[in-house]
């Protein structure tokens, strides 16, 4: 059974920092693609980061404040935070594939699999 596991999400304040982990299992960690989503209250889900063929890509709105890395010894894709902005409140979700899209001179964040955490919840107050 496939299992995606985040943890990490915190109350913080506006200009802190946050790490968040996926710890992945039931499956070839080195052969999926894991990313980052959200979804804001309010608002629809959107796609953060994703880590694809070793290659890091990121949305326009985390880009320079967020960074994501893997660790596959541990089976773990992390999200390192920061800078966090009010805006960036949400619930994360891990998933997989994730896969990027170029737009322009910018990156879309998607998913092609099925594979989902329960999410985290970060909060930054202002």
């Known amino acids: 059974e496939v299992q995606l596991v985040e943890s990490g999400g915190d109350l913080v304040q506006a200009g802190g920092s946050l790490r968040l982990s996926c710890a992945a299992s039931?499956?070839?960690?080195?052969?999926?693609?894991i990313g980052w989503f959200r979804r804001a209250p309010g608002k629809e889900r959107e796609g953060v980061s994703c880590?694809?063929?070793?290659?890091?890509y990121y949305v326009d709105s985390v880009k320079g404040r967020f960074t994501i890395s893997s660790d596959n010894a541990k089976s773990t894709v992390y999200l390192q935070m920061n800078s966090l902005k009010p805006e960036d409140t949400a619930v994360y979700y891990c998933?997989?594939?994730?896969?990027?899209?170029?737009?322009?001179?910018?990156?879309?964040?998607?998913?092609?699999?099925?594979?989902w955490g329960q999410g985290t919840q970060v909060t930054v107050s202002s």
């Open positions: 039931g499956f070839t960690f080195g052969e999926h693609d």
């Open positions: 880590i694809s063929g070793g290659t890091p």
């Open positions: 998933a997989a594939d994730c896969y990027a899209a170029s737009y322009g001179s910018s990156w879309i964040v998607a998913l092609t699999g099925d594979y």
